[in-house]
């Protein structure tokens, strides 16, 4: 079995910064890339950032410049620091990691449970 947790979620003010933290664990093989999305009420799902293997990273327009997303592959952790936070960034986030398990070479993704990050104006 292999789980993401998610933390660090939370309510701030415009201007604010929050940090959310996806810890991986289980019979985990190899982590490929982890991601964060984030799903805001009547709107799609959508990428807020990825991060390599390499740790080579990838941004939605949207948040360049305000959010960094980092991993710790000895940790099995990804984070994403938000900084300068916006109403507009009010969503439901979400981890995501592509893992292979009980040393196989196939990889499927795996999905935190969500974290509420609400930004007051």
């Known amino acids: 079995q292999v789980q993401l947790v998610e933390s660090g979620g939370g309510l701030v003010q415009a201007g604010g910064s929050l940090k959310l933290s996806c810890a991986a664990s289980?019979?985990?093989?190899?982590?490929?890339?982890m991601a964060w999305y984030r799903q805001a009420p009547g709107k799609e799902r959508e990428l807020v950032a990825e991060?390599?293997?390499?740790?080579?990273?990838n941004y939605a327009d949207s948040v360049k410049g305000r959010f960094t997303i980092s991993r710790d592959n000895a940790k099995n952790t990804a984070y994403l620091q938000m900084n300068s936070l916006k109403p507009e960034d009010n969503a439901l986030y979400y981890c995501?990691?592509?893992?292979?398990?009980?040393?196989?070479?196939?990889?499927?993704?795996?999905w935190g449970q969500g974290s509420q990050v609400t930004v007051s104006s």
């Open positions: 995501n990691a592509r893992i292979s398990a009980f040393w196989s070479d196939v990889y499927r993704d795996y």
């Open positions: 991060v390599a293997s390499d740790g080579s990273t």
């Open positions: 289980g019979s985990i093989y190899r982590i490929r890339g």
